[in-house]
């Protein structure tokens, strides 16, 4: 694949990927960030493809960094959700550190708006799919997204003013 068919694939594809991703993440810098990735691995790849099956490539390699992307993000959450410390090896400052953190977070969580916090939780705590979610509320998919999307994006902002 030369530079000028790579250059015509990612004008082309783009926009389609990156609006895939966006539809399941709800987040435009991810799905950017992932559509970008996937062209990169594409680039990589370039003298093992097929130019037929390349569009369907593309969103094969897009939806397996947005999983991986998405259980990265859960695993990291169950981290920190279920850290202990050992009071032998970590210092004090760790401690009020993740004290204060656990604080922060506990705080964002009772600021949040009911609807993202019940959703969020369900997710995160529950284990549930959104699918499980959308049936017990009594929502969409669609919404049960949105409101995880807008859960984890409001948790960011005040996680970041509170540190």
Same mark, same amino acid.
């Given at each position: 694949? =030369? /530079?000028?068919?790579?250059?015509?694939?990612?004008?082309?594809?783009?926009?389609?990927? /990156?609006? &895939?991703?966006?539809?399941?993440?709800?987040? =435009?810098?991810?799905?950017?960030?992932?559509?970008?990735?996937?062209?990169?691995?594409?680039?990589?790849?370039?003298?093992?493809?097929? $130019?037929?099956?390349?569009?369907?490539?593309?969103?094969?390699? *897009?939806?397996? %960094?947005?999983?991986?992307?998405?259980?990265?993000?859960?695993?990291?959450?169950?981290?920190?959700?279920?850290?202990?410390?050992? =009071?032998?090896?970590?210092? $004090?400052?760790?401690?009020?550190? &993740?004290?204060? %953190?656990?604080?922060?977070?506990?705080?964002?969580?009772?600021?949040? $708006?009911?609807?993202?916090?019940?959703?969020?939780?369900?997710?995160?705590?529950?284990?549930?799919?959104? *699918?499980?979610? *959308?049936?017990?509320?009594?929502?969409?998919?669609? *919404?049960?997204?949105?409101?995880?999307?807008?859960?984890?994006?409001?948790?960011?902002?005040? %996680?970041?003013?509170?540190?």
């Amino acid at each position: 694949m =030369t /530079r000028e068919e790579f250059k015509n694939l990612f004008e082309e594809h783009f926009a389609q990927v /990156r609006n &895939y991703v966006f539809f399941r993440s709800g987040n =435009t810098e991810v799905a950017t960030d992932i559509a970008q990735e996937t062209f990169l691995k594409i680039w990589e790849k370039q003298n093992s493809i097929q $130019p037929e099956k390349v569009k369907g490539l593309l969103f094969k390699i *897009a939806n397996d %960094l947005f999983v991986s992307h998405y259980r990265h993000e859960k695993r990291s959450f169950e981290f920190f959700n279920h850290y202990r410390f050992n =009071t032998v090896s970590d210092s $004090p400052e760790e401690q009020m550190a &993740y004290k204060q %953190l656990k604080e922060s977070y506990q705080m964002a969580l009772r600021g949040m $708006p009911e609807n993202q916090r019940t959703v969020f939780l369900m997710s995160r705590v529950d284990n549930l799919k959104y *699918a499980e979610i *959308a049936d017990m509320v009594g929502i969409s998919v669609k *919404a049960v997204e949105k409101r995880m999307t807008k859960a984890l994006e409001y948790l960011r902002v005040n %996680l970041k003013t509170n540190e």
